[in-house]
């Protein structure tokens, strides 16, 4: 009988070569209690978070917890049911009206997570005899609603316009086009160019989707995202985003104002054969939500700790994955997976907690060091991480 999970030797080979040199396991971390959202127990230790994607500090809000708490006694657990059949309450229609509100949008739609809300748009969205055109990096999910819709996929370079237009123009006349971009991608941290994407996106008769999972929250003046930060929110047809980032809980979203996005109710695999989010997280959700609409305060600091990271950091001597910071996101480049884990170990051991992130999830095979910052960063923890990198650095011989 052949062993199906013969195909996974590679990497099982992987894993225990690296734990055979004595370095913790990276991908297997507990957190034993979590006291806000920039420390928690890890291994016994008080350890500072530096890689949870909690970019506005929101899973500890007063009002966010309360709301939660109020859902629970008023609804109970779950819904035990799809959104199309039980399982819209009072509260899903709430959280879909804040982000309405949020965007300045027509319609919004609730997945049960981020990755189905791009599972489910991209694969209903984009079908047989159509074309998607998308970034050679772009996410897991984006990819696997491409593969579930079968579409005809075309990539293109990293960020690269000329490459996205030169395979726009090579589409038969007629064809259905999809252009699918991100506002900030999440191993290096990195903005898209979407003001000049859009505009030769639009030129080629193309739909545009934008995944704003990274910078919802955070970037423009709204904190809308890249698009908007480049004034080209108007342009796009489709913004994918998360909770489980900017608005500290779990779930995805879309939101548009095509007048005939509705339909996707009734036709959208991923919504309609799936449990809706229970009363609690979408109440956590509309609560945040409402609350990113008047962060500017915290949009500003969180700026001011991802200057500061990647100064002290390049300073010091890292290789980082931009030149100048971006996003929330600074991204450390390792020499290889064993420094890598390595340096993960030495910082943990330090008391900072980052994500080690490898092939194949990575650009061009790198093994990276990701920091994700966070509003509730203080400055003194800023500076405190920039000793620990520094420390842990000379130690595995980085820097």
Not at 173 to 200: F, H, N, T
Not at 245 to 251: A, I, L, N, P, R
Not at 394 to 399: E, H, P, Q, S, T
Request: glycine content about 10%.
């Amino acid at each position: 009988m052949t062993d199906l999970f013969s195909k996974f030797d590679p990497i099982i080979e992987m894993r225990r070569g690296l734990l055979a040199s004595g370095v913790e396991d990276p991908f297997s971390l507990v957190m034993e209690r979590v006291l806000s959202p920039t420390v928690a127990v890890c291994n016994g230790r008080e350890t500072i978070l530096l890689g949870t994607y909690n970019y506005m500090g929101m899973t500890f809000d007063p009002d966010v917890i309360a709301a939660g708490k109020q859902a629970l006694d008023d609804y109970g657990s779950g819904t035990t049911g799809s959104r199309v059949l039980n399982g819209t309450y009072a509260g899903h229609k709430a959280v879909e009206q804040a982000l309405c509100d949020f965007y300045a949008m027509e319609h919004a739609m609730v997945f049960s997570t981020g990755y189905q809300a791009n599972l489910g748009v991209i694969s209903t969205v984009a079908g047989k005899g159509d074309y998607i055109v998308l970034d050679i990096d772009s996410h897991a999910s984006i990819w696997d609603g491409c593969k579930m819709g079968d579409a005809e996929v075309v990539p293109f370079k990293h960020n690269d316009i000329e490459a996205m237009e030169k395979r726009l123009k090579r589409i038969p006349e007629g064809a259905g086009k999809l252009v699918v971009l991100e506002g900030v991608y999440s191993m290096m941290g990195d903005i898209a160019p979407l003001k000049d994407m859009i505009a030769v996106a639009k030129a080629n008769g193309a739909m545009v989707l934008v995944d704003e999972a990274h910078s919802m929250g955070f970037i423009g003046p709204n904190g809308r995202g890249v698009a908007e930060d480049q004034g080209v929110l108007d342009q796009v047809d489709f913004v994918i985003g998360t909770f489980s980032k900017s608005v500290g809980t779990v779930g995805g979203f879309c939101v548009s104002n095509h007048p005939k996005f509705e339909i996707l109710r009734l036709v959208c695999r991923p919504y309609v054969f799936t449990a809706s989010l229970p009363p609690s997280v979408v109440a956590t959700a509309a609560t945040s939500i409402r609350k990113l609409m008047h962060a500017g305060d915290k949009r500003a600091h969180l700026w001011e700790n991802s200057r500061t990271l990647h100064a002290g950091l390049k300073a010091r001597g890292f290789q980082l994955g931009t030149d100048a910071p971006q996003s929330a996101i600074i991204a450390v480049i390792m020499p290889d997976l064993e420094r890598g884990a390595a340096m993960w170990e030495a910082l943990l051991k330090e008391g900072l907690y980052v994500n080690l992130a490898r092939p194949p999830a990575t650009p061009a095979n790198m093994t990276l060091l990701r920091c994700s910052l966070c509003a509730e960063h203080s400055a003194e923890q800023v500076q405190t991480i920039i000793g620990m990198f520094e420390r842990a650095g000379k130690a595995v011989g980085i820097i």
